[in-house]
């Protein structure tokens, strides 16, 4: 029994590790993130990124700016979009509300997410890389 339970999580392991290797090329990427500008003496931050995507498509997206601000204390926000591609190449603003601390002048990391979908479908989507911005007043 117990080597059958291991052929099987293996045989699943296996075919999950196959779906993931052959994700859709059709994955999104974010190119060109901008340094953040401070708003309200850093209770929030913006900036731009570009995005290209199919026509017809919905575009979903989500950021995290995050930066270590005084005493090792974390300041946090995050920011979401959805919309209707045109197609091509767009540019967007962001803008993260600060959580729980105001963000200061200084290197911060920027993460996220992006997923295209079609009429009724949904493919996988792409975790962003840790991007290195710096936050200005």
């Known amino acids: 029994m117990r080597r059958t339970t ?11 590790v196959g779906l993931v290797a052959a994700a859709p ?16 003496e850093g209770a929030a931050v913006q900036g731009t990124y ?20 005084s005493e090792g204390r974390i300041a946090n926000g995050s920011y979401f979009e959805q919309w209707a591609c ?3 190449e767009v540019e ?3 803008q993260a509300v600060a959580f729980n601390m105001a963000f200061d002048e200084g290197p911060a990391v920027i993460s996220g997410f992006i997923q295209e979908c079609q009429t009724e479908f949904c493919g996988t989507g792409t975790n962003l890389p840790l991007q290195v911005i710096e936050i200005r007043d």
């Open 86 to 88: 045109e197609g091509g």
């Open 6 to 16: 291991r052929a099987v999580t293996a045989a699943v392991f296996a075919a999950g």
């Open 25 to 40: 090329a059709q994955a999104m990427e974010i190119s060109d993130i901008s340094d953040a500008t401070r708003i309200a």
């Open 50 to 69: 570009k995005v290209s995507c199919t026509a017809g498509s919905n575009v979903f997206v989500s950021l995290s700016v995050t930066q270590r601000v």
């Open 92 to 94: 967007m603003d962001y």
